[in-house]
Nanobody, 120 residues
Framework: QVQVVESGGGLVQSGGSLRLSCAASGTFLSIDDMGWYRQAPGEQRELVATLNSGGNTNYADSLKGRFTISRDNAKNTFYLQMNSLKPEDTAVYYC??????????????WGQGTQVTVSS
C-alpha cells in the first residue's frame, strides 16, 4: 500500500557531502513520522535522525551538526543532507515512514536502502 524508495547514495571522499532522498508513494491518508537509519557491515541498524509530523527532529548525538533531516510534504519526499562525511559514515542508509493508510490504521514502511561509501 505504501512504497518507500531511497536514492542519492554513492561513493564520496572524506569531507564531502551527499543528499539522500526518500520518496513515499501509494495509497495513504498521510505520512506522519519518518526517519533515517543506517547499518554498517557487521553492525546493528542504528538511528540517524527522525522527523515527526509536527516538525520536531531528533538526531543521533554523534551526527548532530553534520546531518540535517527535512521533508517536502507536497511531494511526500524526505531528505537527509550529509556534510563533512567520514569513512565511519559508510553504511546502507534506510528510510522508514509511518503512514496512516486509513483512519485508525497506522503502519511503518521501510525502503530497500541506499549504499553510502566514504573513502579516506
Amino acid at each position: 500500500q505504501v512504497q518507500v524508495v531511497e536514492s542519492g547514495g554513492g561513493l564520496v571522499q572524506s569531507g564531502g557531502s551527499l543528499r539522500l532522498s526518500c520518496a513515499a508513494s501509494g495509497t495513504f491518508l498521510s505520512i506522519d513520522d519518518m526517519g533515517w537509519y543506517r547499518q554498517a557491515p557487521g553492525e546493528q541498524r542504528e538511528l540517524v535522525a527522525t522527523l515527526n509530523s509536527g516538525g520536531n527532529t531528533n538526531y543521533a548525538d554523534s551526527l548532530k551538526g553534520r546531518f540535517t533531516i527535512s521533508r517536502d510534504n507536497a511531494k511526500n519526499t524526505f531528505y537527509l543532507q550529509m556534510n563533512s562525511l567520514k569513512p565511519e559514515d559508510t553504511a546502507v542508509y534506510y528510510c522508514k515512514v509511518v503512514a496512516d493508510i486509513r483512519v485508525g490504521a497506522r503502519y511503518q514502511y521501510w525502503g530497500q536502502g541506499t549504499q553510502v561509501t566514504v573513502s579516506s
